[in-house]
C-alpha cells in the first residue's frame, strides 16, 4: 500500500499560512518545509496534514515532535542535532515476557441482537484507561524506557539512574563486561561493544 493510499487526512486550512511573506504551497495547497519543518518565512514551521507527506495522526504526532524540537534550536540559535540511530531490535532480540498478554478485549461491542436495532455503533471506542492499557503495550523496540532491570541486575553498582526521563550512566571503571545488564533488557536497549585496545 503507498502512503497516498493509507493518507485519510486532508490539508490544512491555509488562509493564515497565505498572509506571511516566504511561505510556499504546492499544487495541493499543502505546504512547503525544509527538512527543520521550518516554512519559507523564517520561524514559521508546519506539519501534519498541513505539510506534503503521509496524512495520518502518527505522522502529526511525529511531526509536532520533530518541529519542537527544531523551533526550540531555532529560538537559542543553535542547531537540533539528531542523535545517532541505534541498530534495530530485531523480534528476536526482545525478551516478552516481560510485557503483558494483550488477549483482553478492550473495545466494547454492541450484543449482537441490539445491532439491528437501531444504528447505534458495533464497535465502541476505547474509553480512557482501555487508550492507557493499549498504548503501555508499546514494546520500545531498542528504546529504553527506564524499566530499571539493568539497574538491579548489575552486580557491581555500575549503572548510575539520573532521575525520570533522564535515563542512566555506566560507570566504566566499575564495569566488569559481565553482560547482565545486557542479557536481561527485555527490548534490546543495551549494546556491548568490545573495549577499545
Ligand atoms: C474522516 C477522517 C478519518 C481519519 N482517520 C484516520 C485514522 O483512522 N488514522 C489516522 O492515522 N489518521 C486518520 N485521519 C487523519 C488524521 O485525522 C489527520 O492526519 C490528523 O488529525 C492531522 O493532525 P494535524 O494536527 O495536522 O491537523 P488537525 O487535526 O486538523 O488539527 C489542526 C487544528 O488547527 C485548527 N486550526 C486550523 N486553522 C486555524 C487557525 N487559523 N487558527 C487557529 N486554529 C486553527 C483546527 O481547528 C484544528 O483543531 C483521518 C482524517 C479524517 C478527515
Ligand atoms: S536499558 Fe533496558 S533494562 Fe535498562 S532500564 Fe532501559 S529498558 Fe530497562
Ligand atoms: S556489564 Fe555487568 S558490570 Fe557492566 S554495567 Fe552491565 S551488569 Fe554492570
Known amino acids: 500500500m503507498s502512503a497516498d493510499e493509507r493518507s485519510t487526512g486532508s490539508t490544512g486550512e491555509s488562509a493564515v499560512m497565505r498572509t506571511l511573506p516566504g511561505v510556499e504551497f504546492d499544487h495541493d495547497d499543502s505546504v512547503r518545509v525544509n527538512e527543520s519543518l521550518m516554512t519559507g518565512c523564517p520561524g514559521i514551521f508546519a506539519g501534519g496534514d498541513m505539510v506534503p507527506g503521509e496524512r495520518t495522526v502518527t505522522a502529526g504526532v511525529g511531526h509536532g515532535k520533530k518541529a519542537a524540537h527544531h523551533i526550540d534550536a531555532w529560538l537559542r540559535r543553535t542547531s537540533a542535532?539528531?542523535?545517532?540511530?541505534h541498530p534495530i531490535a530485531t523480534f528476536e532480540r526482545l525478551h516478552l515476557w516481560y510485557f503483558d498478554d494483550a488477549d483482553r478485549r478492550v473495545?466494547?461491542?454492541?450484543?449482537a441482537e441490539q445491532r439491528t436495532a437501531g444504528f447505534d455503533e458495533v464497535v465502541g471506542g476505547l474509553s480512557?484507561?482501555?487508550a492507557t492499557f493499549e498504548a503501555g503495550r508499546c514494546l520500545s523496540c531498542g528504546n529504553c524506557f527506564e524499566c530499571d532491570g539493568c539497574l538491579g541486575a548489575c552486580p557491581e553498582d555500575a549503572i548510575v539512574k539520573?532521575?525520570?526521563?533522564?535515563?542512566?550512566r555506566y560507570d566504566y571503571d566499575k564495569?566488569?563486561?559481565?553482560?547482565?545488564?545486557f542479557e536481561q533488557c527485555p527490548v534490546h536497549a543495551i549494546e556491548m561493544f568490545p573495549e577499545p585496545t
Open 128 to 130: 480512557s484507561q482501555a
Open 107 to 111: 473495545q466494547p461491542e454492541l450484543p
Open 162 to 168: 539520573l532521575g525520570a526521563g533522564h535515563g542512566y
Open 81 to 85: 542535532a539528531r542523535p545517532a540511530k
Open 175 to 181: 564495569c566488569t563486561g559481565c553482560a547482565e545488564c
